[in-house]
């Protein structure tokens, strides 16, 4: 907002003359209106936060009643009060001078012929400009925000978004001061998440409940406090750290910010989402940052400690969870959920349509292997319909946060092969893939390809004949079998091996040929689940 200092500042007031004789300390008093007034009772008229323009016509000789004109002045909290001198006084009035000093009011006189027309214009000028300027930006963020919750967008980009307007860090913090999520600079979220445990504090003090109940706080240093709440619940808090503009200003961009949180939660769930959704969106931040190594370790360090996991002599364990029924849908509530009743630290979040990632955290002298099985079976004891089986691939244990980007690609890679292979055990590991998930890691491999293509290209157009040879192979060469599996006499099936042999111009009783046979056709269906094949 306009300060008496900025007042005077300006060019038109600058050419009165102006010099302040009274309540110096006060210059930074932020200014609503100007008032120009003769009368001596005009306190009764005034609601605070005016610069009062007069010449003192009625004060002139009468040291008492510009004594008390000052006292009505500082009753009514005008912001400063101007004296034109030249028409009732030569120079500044002792009496309006001592008054004003005792109670703390800015006394200012203007030493040159001042139109109090044009001074009033143009100081209004100014405040119109400023608040239409907020009322802009206020429509300006509210529409933006408005059109990321209408196009679904994620948590995270609703608070990139307001602290693209804000220019200063942003942090989303639930009730218990852990961090959900952060927007902003990293380097000043970095120092802010360093000293978390004294920011959190602070950040409590000023959001005690003696406040006013949903009031939006500003604190010192740009410090502004805004509570998350709907349907007279609160369930988190925004803050921005920084803030450089004014506190009005920055009041109205956390309540705007406020509202569409508000918004987003309601869509993404209603109350339920409030701790489970604004969680999991959180979780899945973190662990996108620590798969895909893209964030230092020592940024990553502060932010995984407020999010409440332990890093200090742990081991870490990332694994990807599909499900091979039904839709992934609720997995990561799944796991949360099986990670509480367990006693473990973890963090679990969507990755993708479907599908989850989890990190689990475990003391060192802890086996890793029962803690992650006791866990998988955990969770699907509290399995629904819509996901009645699932595969879960493990990375390697990790004593370091640098070490999760290889180990967390490993979990990805197992997670794969186990779907074409689901293994006996709760979770499978990078020794059950063998060699399916060597030939897995390898599909997309030019060279693998063009084996592909070699070892079975004439089958391309004879699916039938390619089922028959999975089969075959499958079963050990187990001709009854195979001719079971197909509802086939067993001559039926040695005509159609001996056509796979022609077409493919093998022995299907060599074994060296039989082993690229098998090597290939893994390779084929991986290609086949991931969306790609040779024949495409």
């Not at 300390?25 to 007069?54: C, F, K, N, Q, Y």
């Not at 798969?291 to 940024?299: C, H, L, T």
């Amino acid at each position: 907002m306009l300060t008496v200092r900025d007042v005077l500042g300006l060019d038109l007031v600058a050419s009165f003359g102006p010099e302040v004789v009274a309540g110096a300390a006060g210059l930074d008093r932020p200014v609503r209106w100007v008032h120009v007034a003769e009368a001596l009772d005009v306190g009764v008229m005034l609601s605070g936060g005016e610069i009062v323009l007069t010449t003192g016509l009625l004060l002139a000789d009468d040291p008492k009643a510009q004594t008390a004109y000052m006292e009505a002045m500082h009753a009514a909290d005008v912001a400063a009060v101007v004296v034109g001198l030249g028409r009732a006084f030569s120079t500044t009035p002792p009496a309006m001078r001592r008054a004003a000093e005792q109670r703390g009011v800015p006394l200012i006189v203007l030493h040159r012929p001042a139109p109090f027309a044009k001074f009033t214009e143009e100081v209004h000028a100014r405040l119109l400009n400023e608040r239409f300027a907020a009322v802009d930006l206020s429509d300006r963020l509210r529409s933006a925000l408005a059109a990321l919750n209408l196009s679904g967008a994620s948590l995270q980009r609703l608070l990139d978004e307001v602290a693209a307007f804000a220019g200063c860090p942003v942090m989303l913090v639930n009730l218990a001061q852990r961090v959900l999520a952060t927007a902003g600079d990293r380097g000043a979220l970095g120092e802010l998440m360093r000293d978390w445990g004294r920011v959190s504090r602070q950040v409590a003090a000023l959001a005690t409940p003696s406040k006013a109940a949903g009031s939006t706080t500003a604190g010192p240093d740009g410090w502004i406090i805004a509570p998350l709440q709907a349907r007279g619940t609160q369930w988190a808090r925004l803050l921005l750290f920084g803030y450089q503009g004014t506190e009005a200003e920055g009041r109205m961009i956390a309540d705007r910010a406020a509202e569409a949180l508000a918004v987003h939660r309601l869509v993404g769930g209603g109350v339920q989402f409030a701790h489970d959704g604004l969680e999991g969106e959180a979780a899945q931040a973190m662990l996108a940052d620590l798969a895909s190594g893209s964030v230092r370790p020592d940024q990553l360090l502060p932010r995984v400690r407020a999010l409440g996991l332990p890093v200090s002599r742990r081991t870490f364990v990332p694994l990807i969870i599909r499900p091979l029924t039904g839709s992934g849908e609720g997995l990561d509530l799944l796991f949360r959920r099986a990670l509480n009743e367990e006693g473990l630290a973890g963090l679990a979040g969507e990755t993708g349509a479907t599908g989850i990632a989890v990190l689990v955290s475990l003391p060192r002298d802890q086996d890793t292997a029962t803690a992650v099985n006791r866990l998988v079976l955990k969770a699907c004891e509290h399995a629904t319909e819509r996901v009645r089986k699932i595969v879960v691939g493990a990375g390697s244990d990790c004593a370091t946060l640098d070490e999760l980007p290889r180990s967390f690609a490993e979990a990805v890679h197992v997670a794969d092969a186990a779907m074409a292979d689901p293994p006996e055990g709760p979770v499978a590991r990078l020794r059950d893939v063998r060699l399916r998930g060597l030939v897995r890691l390898l599909r997309d491999e030019p060279e693998l390809q063009a084996f592909i293509e070699r070892e079975l290209g004439p089958l391309f157009a004879e699916q039938d004949l390619m089922d028959v040879l999975r089969s075959y192979l499958r079963t050990g060469r187990n001709k009854s079998l195979a001719a079971q599996e197909h509802h086939f006499s067993r001559p039926a099936l040695y005509r159609r091996l001996h056509s796979i042999e022609t077409l493919l111009d093998v022995d299907l009783d060599d074994w060296d040929q039989l082993v690229s046979l098998y090597v290939a056709l893994l390779a084929y269906d991986a290609q086949q689940t991931s969306g790609a094949g040779p024949s495409d």
